[in-house]
């Protein structure tokens, strides 16, 4: 069973910086993808970034130019840095493994994300 653990979030001011990282463990299959994904209070969980093994990524409309991820295959590791965080950033961020053979999907156990105005 996939393990994904999260660190990096917490409380910024707007304009701010954080960055997320997740460490993936006890993974099958090299081929997937690591993305990160956020859920708002009465909101639905919604992809932020997603980035396959082979490095090719994509964004929500909403976070390209401020946002980027990466990863680190030797560390099985998934990295989220936000820039100019906006009060609608605030979330509970998610981290997600895919197999792309499967299509079997893992989830970490989250992390708040609060941005002041």
């Known amino acids: 069973q996939v393990q994904l653990v999260e660190s990096g979030g917490g409380l910024v001011q707007a304009g701010g910086s954080l960055r997320l990282s997740c460490a993936a463990s006890r993974i099958a299959f090299r081929t997937n993808v690591m993305g990160w994904y956020r859920q708002a209070p009465g909101k639905q969980r919604e992809l932020v970034a997603s980035i396959n093994s082979g490095g090719s990524s994509n964004y929500a409309d909403s976070v390209k130019g401020r946002f980027t991820i990466s990863r680190d295959n030797a560390k099985n590791t998934v990295y989220l840095q936000m820039n100019s965080l906006k009060p609608e950033d605030k979330a509970v961020y998610y981290c997600?493994?895919?197999?792309?053979?499967?299509?079997?999907?893992?989830w970490g156990q989250g992390t708040q994300v609060t941005v002041s105005s």
């Open positions: 997600n493994l895919r197999y792309t053979v499967t299509s079997q999907g893992y």
